[in-house]
């Protein structure tokens, strides 16, 4: 019997390559835009344009930049896109009234700020394009394959620049920056830099090292889900997830954070807590245990110096709180926070261009209405999505690095920066976007990777 060739102009050949080509593209977004947009988007200046491979290769890539990596994302899903999905009126009411609010406040700005808040208004459309690419488009996607292999690829660059600034890489470019000349290294010489090169808390692809934190806690959990669900062999398994692993847990230790420190024990012991029996509660106590040691041991003279950060940041919130208090209705314009510090600190206050809490960033930049609508959009969903992920570990893994963005924005400022945001946005946008009828209809043939069946989050 004559076996019947698929036609390659019916609609289910066309649906299959639209799939596979829109898995493709969020996987290679997602393996690039961690790494070339680690940048605040504030610091757009900062960044010069490539002149080179080398540059393309190993440097940031200008904010301008991040306008085609939005192209990209909204192509991948728009080619595998149903528009089906619905989350809550009130959640997608309180991420759209945030952003207009936002545009809103833009208007109040002086024309000094204009800079600040056209870069700020870009960062936030970008979250917008994100978070529907991940409702309408991801979450149609039946193999995620390509999405998991673009984490863990993006992630490995993450955690190899870092482990080579530990091992020399930090060294090399003190002493490269020694031997340039006087004319370039004033060009350089940025607080920024100088603390960057002065410090041996490694910072990866990122700005800073909080910032290199906030991206491993995000990408982990999701590219370990993908190891792990992968299964050609047992031993290779284990062996590129734990290399994975320790590789991260060693980059975040250098980093020096204490928020993502603690942050990510608190993610170690959520996971811990879906592990069936008793021996759930021994491996808690021990995990907390040994990390509170490690970050007492770790940080005991950052503390007994005085918590200088610490200081620091209850400076800039005081601030914010005072602008919130001076222009409640609109604030001052997106992205302005710096310029009205500058003005209002101590002179004593060390000088910061983020306030260091995105959710208070809100109220002074865009007043109380933007604080109140960003903080129900951002809490409302980790605290409603977490019940639809306790029994899929794909979605758990999704819901772990957003909880560590949200949780993380009460001290550092991730929403400015496009390669934390919007793999954020578009990771939440994908756990709103799934659904029971969804997994059983269009995920159900998978291949290798098994995604569980779990009831809609909302």
């Given at each position: 019997?004559?076996?019947r060739?698929?036609?390659p102009?019916?609609?289910?050949?066309?649906a299959?390559?639209?799939?596979?080509?829109?898995?493709?593209?969020?996987?290679?977004?997602?393996?690039?835009?961690?790494v070339k947009?680690?940048n605040?988007?504030?610091?757009?200046?900062?960044?010069?344009?490539?002149?080179?491979?080398?540059?393309m290769?190993?440097?940031a890539?200008p904010?301008?930049?991040?306008g085609i990596?939005?192209?990209?994302?909204?192509?991948?899903?728009g080619?595998?896109?149903?528009?089906?999905?619905?989350?809550?009126?009130?959640i997608?009411?309180?991420?759209?009234?945030?952003?207009?609010?936002?545009?809103?406040?833009?208007?109040?700005?002086e024309?000094a700020?204009?800079?600040?808040?056209?870069?700020?208004?870009?960062?936030?459309?970008?979250?917008?394009?994100?978070f529907?690419?991940?409702?309408?488009?991801?979450?149609?996607?039946r193999?995620?394959?390509?999405?998991?292999?673009?984490?863990?690829?993006?992630?490995a660059?993450?955690?190899?620049?870092a482990l080579?600034?530990?091992?020399g890489?930090?060294?090399?470019?003190?002493?490269?920056?020694?031997?340039?000349?006087?004319?370039?290294r004033?060009?350089?010489?940025?607080?920024?830099?100088?603390?960057?090169?002065?410090?041996?808390?490694?910072?990866?692809?990122?700005?800073?090292?909080?910032?290199?934190?906030?991206g491993?806690?995000?990408?982990?959990p999701?590219?370990?889900?993908?190891i792990?669900?992968?299964?050609p062999?047992?031993?290779?398994?284990?062996?590129l997830?734990?290399?994975?692993?320790?590789?991260?847990?060693?980059?975040?230790?250098?980093?020096?954070?204490?928020?993502?420190?603690?942050?990510?024990?608190?993610?170690?012991?959520?996971a811990?807590?879906?592990?069936?029996?008793?021996?759930?509660?021994?491996l808690?106590?021990?995990?907390?245990?040994l990390?509170i040691?490690v970050?007492?041991?770790?940080?005991r003279?950052?503390?007994e110096?005085?918590?200088?950060?610490?200081?620091?940041r209850?400076?800039?919130?005081?601030?914010?709180?005072?602008?919130?208090?001076?222009r409640?209705?609109?604030?001052?314009g997106?992205?302005?926070?710096?310029?009205q510090?500058?003005?209002?600190?101590?002179?004593?206050?060390?000088?910061a261009?983020?306030?260091?809490?995105?959710?208070?960033?809100?109220?002074?930049?865009?007043?109380?209405?933007?604080?109140?609508?960003?903080?129900?959009?951002?809490l409302?969903s980790?605290?409603?999505?977490?019940?639809?992920?306790?029994?899929?570990?794909?979605?758990?893994?999704?819901?772990?690095?957003?909880f560590?963005?949200?949780t993380?924005?009460l001290t550092?400022?991730?929403?400015?920066?496009?390669?934390?945001?919007?793999?954020?946005?578009?990771?939440?946008?994908?756990?709103?976007?799934?659904?029971?009828?969804?997994?059983?209809?269009?995920?159900?043939?998978?291949?290798?990777i098994?995604?569980?069946?779990?009831s809609?989050?909302?």
């Amino acid at each position: 019997m004559t076996r019947r060739l698929p036609n390659p102009s019916s609609p289910v050949t066309r649906a299959g390559a639209r799939q596979r080509m829109g898995g493709i593209l969020f996987g290679l977004w997602l393996a690039i835009v961690p790494v070339k947009f680690g940048n605040p988007v504030i610091f757009a200046a900062m960044l010069g344009t490539p002149q080179d491979f080398s540059e393309m290769l190993f440097a940031a890539w200008p904010v301008a930049w991040g306008g085609i990596a939005l192209c990209v994302v909204a192509l991948a899903a728009g080619l595998i896109s149903k528009w089906s999905a619905r989350p809550p009126i009130w959640i997608g009411g309180a991420l759209l009234g945030w952003f207009a609010w936002t545009i809103l406040s833009s208007f109040r700005g002086e024309a000094a700020a204009l800079p600040l808040i056209h870069l700020t208004l870009f960062q936030f459309t970008g979250c917008i394009v994100c978070f529907a690419a991940g409702l309408f488009g991801l979450s149609e996607l039946r193999d995620w394959r390509p999405v998991w292999i673009g984490v863990a690829l993006g992630l490995a660059v993450i955690v190899g620049t870092a482990l080579d600034q530990h091992f020399g890489g930090l060294e090399a470019t003190r002493q490269w920056f020694l031997e340039q000349p006087a004319a370039l290294r004033t060009g350089l010489d940025t607080p920024e830099f100088r603390q960057k090169m002065l410090s041996d808390r490694v910072f990866g692809t990122f700005l800073y090292p909080n910032a290199l934190a906030g991206g491993l806690l995000l990408l982990l959990p999701v590219a370990l889900t993908g190891i792990w669900q992968w299964r050609p062999s047992s031993l290779l398994r284990w062996g590129l997830g734990g290399v994975l692993a320790v590789g991260s847990l060693a980059a975040l230790y250098w980093s020096r954070s204490k928020s993502g420190w603690l942050i990510g024990l608190v993610m170690a012991a959520l996971a811990l807590w879906r592990v069936p029996g008793k021996l759930k509660f021994t491996l808690l106590i021990g995990l907390m245990g040994l990390g509170i040691a490690v970050f007492v041991g770790s940080h005991r003279s950052y503390f007994e110096k005085g918590a200088s950060s610490l200081s620091a940041r209850l400076d800039y919130w005081r601030a914010a709180a005072e602008m919130i208090g001076r222009r409640p209705l609109l604030g001052y314009g997106p992205g302005t926070f710096q310029l009205q510090y500058a003005a209002i600190k101590p002179p004593e206050a060390e000088m910061a261009k983020l306030a260091h809490n995105d959710y208070l960033q809100q109220g002074c930049d865009s007043g109380l209405p933007a604080l109140l609508a960003y903080s129900a959009f951002i809490l409302g969903s980790i605290g409603l999505l977490y019940r639809g992920s306790r029994r899929s570990s794909l979605r758990f893994s999704l819901w772990l690095g957003a909880f560590a963005f949200a949780t993380q924005g009460l001290t550092e400022f991730g929403l400015y920066i496009p390669g934390l945001a919007w793999p954020f946005f578009l990771f939440l946008g994908w756990l709103w976007g799934s659904s029971d009828a969804q997994d059983t209809a269009g995920r159900a043939s998978l291949g290798p990777i098994q995604i569980d069946k779990v009831s809609p989050a909302s």
